[in-house]
């Protein structure tokens, strides 16, 4: 395992920790904004789970550009 492989195992370990912590509170998040308004909670719990992808597709355009494969 060379450094470039071990940076890219630490940051997908740190991504996936990092959003399995918050979609455990976002179930709780998403029913206590729903009590004020149903169509915010719909957004919001909408945008939790998107932001799990768009910081992948974030990441992965970001390598990209860095190894020069536009």
Excluded: C, E
Aim: proline share 3%; charged share 15%.
């Amino acid at each position: 395992m060379n450094a470039s492989n071990r940076s890219s195992a630490i940051a997908a370990l740190v991504i996936v920790l990092g959003f399995g912590l918050v979609l455990l509170g976002l179930p709780k998040l998403v029913l206590w904004i729903g009590d004020y308004s149903p169509a915010l909670a719909a957004v919001v719990g909408t945008v939790g789970i998107m932001s799990f992808f768009i910081v992948l597709w974030l990441r992965a355009r970001h390598q990209r550009r860095r190894d020069g494969n536009q």
